[in-house]
């Protein structure tokens, strides 16, 4: 009963996150699709000008986890809907 409980646990903390490994495969001239298909559906997106941007949640590595921060919120940005920016995001939206 105790393993089924912590594996439910774990499954709710990481579900919907994506893991910082994953990221550091996309690259400058991917598709929306090729992201999509690596990384999955961004939490946010927005428009601007003909240029899109996505936001997604990044799970951190377990040794850089602590209670009150476990992920980092990370962006990847189109333009003619191929990659040309991306990474970890800061207080500043990146688009």
């Not at 393993?3 to 994953?22: E, F, Y």
């Not at 550091?24 to 559906?41: N, P, Y």
Request: net charge negative; aromatic share 8%; hydrophobic share 40%.
């Amino acid at each position: 009963m105790t393993r089924a409980l912590a594996a439910l646990a774990i499954a709710l903390l990481t579900a919907g996150c994506i893991h910082g490994s994953t990221m550091e495969q996309v690259h400058a001239g991917m598709t929306r699709d090729q992201v999509s298909a690596l990384i999955g559906q961004p939490d946010v997106t927005t428009n601007t000008a003909g240029r899109e941007c996505a936001r997604y949640t990044v799970l951190k590595d377990f040794w850089s986890r602590v209670p009150w921060d476990m992920s980092d919120p990370y962006y990847v940005c189109y333009t003619d809907g191929k990659v040309d920016a991306f990474g970890r995001a800061t207080v500043a939206n990146p688009g």
